[in-house]
Structure formats: structure tokens, C-alpha cells
């Protein structure tokens, strides 16, 4: 059993994606250890080139923050924009890959995560990423989304999406 727990913990340390830290604000000052703070964090979708989500997450300080062993609240927001051309695989546009997890970060010891699933809207051509904490035995509601209208990319020729519809002038 011990490990077992112990192989967990380890998959979990190196499984967590990667994001670049943008900045950090503090939330509450701590007498020992880091503040509390909240932390920008970006990452890119790596099945689709084009999308990039910033992400804004609790981070919990003190002596347990600092040595790794603290649990970060569920509290987090998520903003995902195009930052160039957006090529649809087959596998998304049928919605195969509905609810495929982008993004993972450990935010305890063992058994919390905040993860980020992205789904596809073909009726609207949007991408929609949702970011929300679970638990082994329970997750929490809070959670947070954010819509990616597909367009064409100037400059580029990519037209691998649908040409809006635009109305003519009166």
C-alpha cells in the first residue's frame, strides 16, 4: 500500500503540464513562507496551435505552501484567445474529442487537481474551455469557462473554418 501511494505521488509530480508563469499578486501576508497569492499562468493547446489560455489561480503560502504540502482553494478563472492560424482536426470537428483535458496542475499533496477540458461548438464554430478542481472522493462546482470563436487568420491563407456571415450594408 505504501508504495503504491508512493508511485501515485511521484506520477502526479511529473504529470502536471507545464505553463509559464506570467505573474503573481499576494492575497494575504503570510509571517512565515510565501504570501498567499494568486498566479497568471499561460499555456498553449497543444492539439490545436493557435489558442492560448491565461489562467488565474489560487496559491496557497505559509510553511506549508513553501514545502509543497498545502492545499490550494478551488478558485480560478480562465481566459483562452486565438493568437493565430486554427486548424480543426476531423477527430474535434465530430466532437470525438469533447471533454479532452488540456491542461492538469497538481493543487495538493495527492488527490486534488484544476484541470481545463476543451470542447467544440460546430453549430457556432467556437472552441469552449472549461477549468474546474476535482478530488478522488469529491470536486468542487466552482469552475470557470471561456469561448474561442474560430476566424481566419489574416495573412496567412488558413481558411480551414467557416467564412462568417456578414451582412450587407443598407
Known sequence: MRNILLVTVLCGLFATAMAEEIGTVSTRFKWLGPNDKILVEVFDDKAIPGVACYLSRAKTGGISGAIGVAEDTSDA??????????????????????????????TSLIFKSMQVVRFYDPRRNVLIYLTYSDRVIEGSPKNS??????????????????????????
Open 77 to 106: 478563472s480562465i481566459a483562452c484567445r486565438q493568437i493565430g492560424p486554427v486548424r480543426l482536426t476531423e477527430e474535434i470537428r465530430a466532437g470525438k474529442a469533447n471533454g479532452e483535458e488540456v491542461f492538469k496542475k497538481r
Open 145 to 170: 469557462i471561456s469561448v474561442v470563436p474560430v476566424q481566419p487568420w489574416p495573412g496567412t491563407g488558413a481558411t480551414d473554418t467557416r467564412t462568417p456571415v456578414v451582412a450587407p450594408n443598407p
